[in-house]
């Protein structure tokens, strides 16, 4: 390739050369691989992150005031606004895949042994900042979903003993889960986070390049082949990026990411559902009551963490071939089991598919028949006159109070002006179970 | 990258040489250059939408005609709710109505068209009157002194069952033509 004269003139006054050697002639035992890309495909997918975070901070305003206003007009009213926050949505799935695959390959080719101790816990950490990203940044929407999932999640860190209590005010900035918790987590995931992960991913790479690539896990594979790492293990993460890319851009594109109700302190009854890399922990509170519960809230969280932080010192076993290392593969085998059974477990309890009956659509289209929405509200739809709709099957569950009610609205609501619907008892029938479909949770 | 690793490093004797070294060196720029497009080209859109978006205008009653005078140039205040981005606001706006003996009315935009200051109406002299720098206009709007390039900016209006309304606009001001923001 031939050098620009920009490049030239630059490179005679700052010496580029040699910064580049060292940047691409690192020389990776065994040869390139396509097993070494997740690691950039994380650092890519950071790199994503932090630049749609910064274009949606360029509308994005932290008040309870107009927090959900803003994302909404991010989705609704910007060019690209839905395009944009997709992709930092799927990108935040898409880091904790890459980390997750990027921690499976450095612990089955023993990638943490001496010297690259430093390497996995510096690692460790990065992976928790990623989570803390997570975490803060579920808030920021606030919408329902966002406010009662930081709800329980805050309510969790309250009950580690004696500090709990305080941390948790510490984070939520007081007594309520309000302005000042929304301000606190947007700094927090917009300038506290990044400073740190942008540290200790600089701390992360030096120490590979001081240390080196592990490369395969024995000396007689690494001598096979000697390669560079420019240009074949560059070409190989430059695909995968753009693969990664593909992937999110087809995602943000294709599946919307609509934005529930807007936060509201007041309903006590939402039910929050979490990102799916919460779900097994999510689903592990639920088997675990009673006196054992900060078991589970923060015993085995601390535990697991410190595990996999002093995982290095834990397995002193020096052979890298995963066949060599019946019990390290065995524990991480195990706790995978885990994680995932108790991921499906959770997916299978919240998308387990309802049967659909037929008299809700019915039902629904004669809600529409009678023009119910002059006076009712479901989800932001609709005049504001007659009472909220939204979630009216969990509010009034009975059937038969609604039977009457569409009979004769005044015999069970004295007072209220609606009018009576000239309505057979099979119209009824289905406008009450459409009625009674509006819930929360299916 | 450079010409210099047609040369393989010390220790790198399986690095790629000659052609298979361009291949592996073209997709890497083609794949960066696929990312950066993919992202570019929505992010530059997301940022500039706003400024492509055009005010939506509407018609907005600013009075009754039976309250304005023949010839007497009134000042006629109205809220609206004016959409700032993701936040609705009220604001309050004022312009200069006069009835023709016609029926007619002439509605100025409140603006002078020098630098955009407000200006009033001085009933003695019968001029409209610019605070800033001194413009001055006639009862019809046009220039009678001062540094204003062009007479005053007319708005559209309607009569619909004796309201008067009007679509708001605003011109950029210094030029010799009005010019539509």
Known sequence: MKQGPVYTWLDRRLNLKSVERTLLDEPIPGGASWIYVFGSATLFLFLLQAVTGMFLAVYYAPTPDHAYDSIQFIEEQVTFGAFVRGLHHWGASGMVI????????????????????????????????????????????????AYWATQIGLNMVGTVPLVGEFLMKVMRGGELLGALTLSRFFAVHVLFLPAILLTLIAAHLFILRRVGPAGPWTDERAALSRETFYPRQVYMDAVVMLAVFAILSSLAL???????????????????????YFLFYYELLKYVHGPLEPLATWVLPMVVILGLFLWPFIDRNPVR??????????????????VFALLGLSLKNLYAVPRVDPALARGHALFAQFGCVGCHRIHGEGAAIGPDLSYVGDTR?????????????????????????????????DLTSYILSLKRTP | ?????????????????????RFFCWVTRVAAGLVGL????????????????????????VGQLDTLQEGEPTQLDYVTIARDGYMEAKTQKAVWAVKHPDGAVTVFAPLCTHLGCGY???ATDRRFKCPCHGSVYDVTGEVVAGPAPRALDRLPTKIEAGRLLVMYKEFKSGQKLPVEL
């Open chain 1, 254 to 276: 294709l599946l919307p990411f609509p934005l529930t109700d807007k936060a509201n302190p007041s309903d006590t009854s939402f039910v929050p559902v979490p990102e799916w």
């Open chain 2, 120 to 122: 009033h109406w001085d």
């Open chain 1, 321 to 338: 071939n995963p066949i060599k290392r019946p019990v390290a593969l065995v524990s991480g085998l195990l706790f995978l089991l885990v």
């Open chain 1, 98 to 145: 890459a980390i997750g695959l990027h921690m499976l390959q450095a612990f089955l080719y023993g990638a943490y042994k001496p010297p690259r101790e430093v390497m996995w816990m510096v690692g460790v950490v990065l992976f928790l900042i990623v989570m803390a990203f997570a975490f803060t940044g579920y808030l920021l929407p606030w919408d329902q979903t």
């Open chain 2, 1 to 21: 990258m450079s010409e210099h690793s047609e040369i393989p490093a010390e220790g790198g004797d399986h690095t790629p040489v000659g052609s298979r070294r």
């Open chain 2, 38 to 61: 993919g992202l570019a080209i929505p992010l530059a859109g997301y940022v500039i939408s706003p400024a492509l978006k055009r005010r939506a205008q509407s018609w907005v009653e």
């Open chain 1, 397 to 429: 569950p009975e059937r038969a109070w609604h039977v009457k009610h569409f009979r004769d609205p005044q015999s069970v609501s004295p007072g209220s002006f609606m009018p009576k619907f000239p309505l057979d008892d099979k119209q009824l029938n």
